[in-house]
């Protein structure tokens, strides 16, 4: 009796084991470029084409500061409209929930598209922190595209978008953020070797016919 009630358990053990060897590690692809480059709109085109999810670090953010009861709503709101970066702790926490919660839904969706994310020095550190040994980043997919680009494609947008910072004020302080903190992240990844770089200033299809090509490359 008590042999085999050790060796259900046994196997249940085993066999959960075996589950979790299957469970991929998360497969990263950060994706950086300036306010407006079209970084979620491509991220859309990659995933109807391609097994990946898209997490945008920003449209996380926004729906944190619209959840009701959320401890953090007001610091947010707050950032967003001064084109500050919001402290990692809160950012990585959303980021590695979406991720958890996609996998345990479907585990053969390891894949993400994590964009907008590492914005500065607060954010890399604390993925390193948090996530190092958990999820493999592949590499960076930067959208270079030139400022002035980048602020048109915002103002065009904040005549629908209902944003609060797709206003020229915001949109001054997010490119002096985008310049200072972001851009010298990218120079990190840059060094490693691990950028892949599409000259986003062209059409929507034109640039997506970039990404295709190192998708296709990288697997
Ligand atoms: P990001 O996520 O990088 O801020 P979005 O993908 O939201 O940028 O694009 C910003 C705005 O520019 C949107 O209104 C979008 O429709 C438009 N847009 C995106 N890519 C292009 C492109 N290649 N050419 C022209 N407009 C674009
Ligand atoms: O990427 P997106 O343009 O949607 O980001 C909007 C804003 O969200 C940023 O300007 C910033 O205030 C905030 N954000 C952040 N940390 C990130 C991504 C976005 O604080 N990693
Ligand atoms: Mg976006």
Redesign the pocket.
């Known amino acids: 009796m008590i042999g085999r009630l050790f060796s259900n358990v046994s196997h249940k053990v085993q066999s959960l084991l075996y589950r979790a060897s299957l469970m991929m590690k998360p497969q990263v692809v950060f994706v950086l ?10 991220c859309t085109k990659i995933v109807e084409n391609y097994s990946y999810t898209h997490l ?1 670090a ?1 449209d996380l953010l926004r729906a944190e500061r619209a959840r009701e009861g959320s401890q953090f709503g007001q610091l947010i709101a707050s950032y967003i409209k001064d084109g500050k970066i919001v402290p990692v702790e809160i950012t990585i926490d959303l980021l590695r929930k979406a991720m958890e919660e996609m996998m345990k839904k479907d585990e053969k969706m390891f894949r993400f598209l994590i ?2 994310f590492p914005r500065n020095e607060d954010n890399l550190q604390g993925w390193n922190r948090v996530m190092d040994g958990k999820a493999d980043v592949k590499f960076v997919l930067f ?1 270079d595209c030139a400022i002035e680009v980048c602020i048109d ?2 103002l ?2 904040g005549k629908s ?1 209902g944003r609060t910072d797709d206003n020229r004020e915001s949109l001054e302080k997010r490119i002096q953020t985008y310049l200072q903190s972001t851009r010298p992240i990218i120079e990190q990844y840059e060094k490693l070797g691990k950028v892949r770089t599409v000259d ?1 200033s ?3 299809d034109e ?1 997506f016919a970039g990404v295709k090509a190192i998708l296709d490359r990288e697997g």
């Open positions: 470029g300036g306010p407006g480059a079209g970084k979620g709109t491509q945008s920003g964009d907008g959208f494609r915002c065009e947008r978008s986003a062209r059409s929507v640039v």
